[in-house]
């Protein structure tokens, strides 16, 4: 390191020594604060190369990072359509339950009064009924008039509808009708699981009263997770739906997980970047929403403007490189670098670059003494 620093001091000191006449035999240079100029021996010296820009088929690697998320139809919020006091439950956060498995047992009076009420209901419709019928075959001998008739079929109609509605009301709760019975009447309910999945959260205790609108559990179905990655605008012209990408965890780098891009949001934030959803080829349990993952997209060859990136050179926050004007000028240009691959760096919006001589190599120098001849003006 101490030999690379004295060798820069000498070739600043070289190109900063030559005297005033030498540099005023020159061509006159415009633009002269990203102009800089030397002299044949001094670039004899210099060691610069140049080449002529071109436009090459140049693969790339994108480097993303994002996180596991459930889609909303495989994440399941339980609460109770009726309310209630929670009576028992087993459930903790990370617990695995099975479709159809009891989760919950919750008690109220008004679970008594609805069996009660459709019981009673159910009784009085056979009543009606067998009075319906037997109003239907009078009123078709004209043994009885059509008034009667017609009550007794309102009656009948009404009591039907009843049932029918409590019918609801007892499957809303997990109560099957069918097996109702005077003898069967229970003042608690049972909860089920709706999915094969693990629960997220609980947010109920023993013994606490749940009104319809309280979350009790909620429930993820992970066998359809998918991996959320965040890219920002200019990577967005590289992908499309079906590509294909690997990624890992920071965690166990070397485990490689093979996904592939089912769709990309059209909305940009304002950091100019959006969100890329992507499937994971086999399932793996190891893998729970939230979290943290890299992934690496592969691109097709993609034609671009590119040079080795030792020609580019950054300065006051922006990235430069030194275009040859002939008659050993060099003007700094400003660029905007794409991706890397092998040691090449693509340039983005360079097509006027295109069939320009730039510095491959030397750039730095360059840049070392436009940054002294920037401090000799200052003094």
């Not at 190109?15 to 415009?30: H, R």
């Not at 959320?228 to 965890?249: C, P």
């Not at 490689?256 to 990309?264: D, M, V």
Request: charged share 20%; hydrophobic share 40%; with cysteine.
């Amino acid at each position: 390191m101490k030999f690379k620093a004295i060798h820069v001091l000498i070739f600043i000191s070289i190109f900063s020594c030559k005297s005033k006449s030498d540099l005023q035999t020159e061509t006159p240079i415009e633009n002269s604060d990203f102009m800089v100029q030397l002299t044949p021996e001094q670039y004899q010296s210099s060691g610069i190369d140049t080449i002529k820009l071109q436009k090459s088929l140049m693969p790339a690697r994108i480097k993303v990072n994002g996180k596991i998320e459930v889609p909303p139809q495989n994440k399941i919020t339980v609460s109770v359509p009726m309310g209630g006091y929670l009576k028992s439950t087993k459930l903790l956060s990370g617990m695995h339950v099975a479709k159809g498995e009891v989760i919950a047992e919750i008690e109220d009076a008004q679970y008594i009064q609805l069996q009660q009420d459709y019981l009673t209901a159910k009784s009085q419709f056979q009543m009606l009924e067998n009075e319906f019928i037997r109003q239907k075959e009078l009123n078709q001998s004209k043994a009885s008039s059509d008034k009667v008739f017609e009550a007794s079929k309102a009656a009948y109609q009404n009591q039907l509808i009843l049932i029918k509605s409590l019918e609801q009301k007892l499957l809303l709760i997990g109560l099957n009708p069918a097996k109702l019975s005077a003898e069967t009447i229970s003042k608690s309910i049972a909860v089920y699981s709706p999915i094969n999945g693990f629960v997220s959260s609980v947010n109920a205790n023993i013994g606490k009263y749940l009104t319809p609108s309280d979350v009790l559990f909620e429930l993820v179905n992970p066998e359809d997770i998918h991996l959320n990655l965040t890219v920002f605008e200019q990577d967005l012209r590289l992908l499309s739906v079906g590509q294909k990408l690997v990624a890992y965890s920071n965690a166990d780098p070397l485990k490689k997980y093979n996904c592939e891009i089912i769709l990309i949001s059209q909305n940009l934030t304002d950091k100019n970047s959006t969100e890329v959803h992507c499937h994971f080829e086999q399932y793996d349990k190891t893998l729970v929403p939230g979290m943290f993952m890299n992934a690496e997209i592969e691109i097709q060859n993609n034609s671009a403007v590119a040079v080795n990136e030792e020609a580019i050179v950054h300065f006051e926050g922006k990235h430069y490189i030194f275009v040859s004007k002939g008659n050993f000028q060099f003007e700094m240009t400003t660029v905007n670098p794409g991706h890397n691959h092998g040691g090449m760096a693509e340039l983005m919006n360079a097509d006027q670059l295109i069939n320009k001589n730039i510095v491959s190599t030397g750039a730095w120098k360059l840049l070392m003494v436009m940054k002294n001849k920037g401090s000799a003006g200052n003094e």
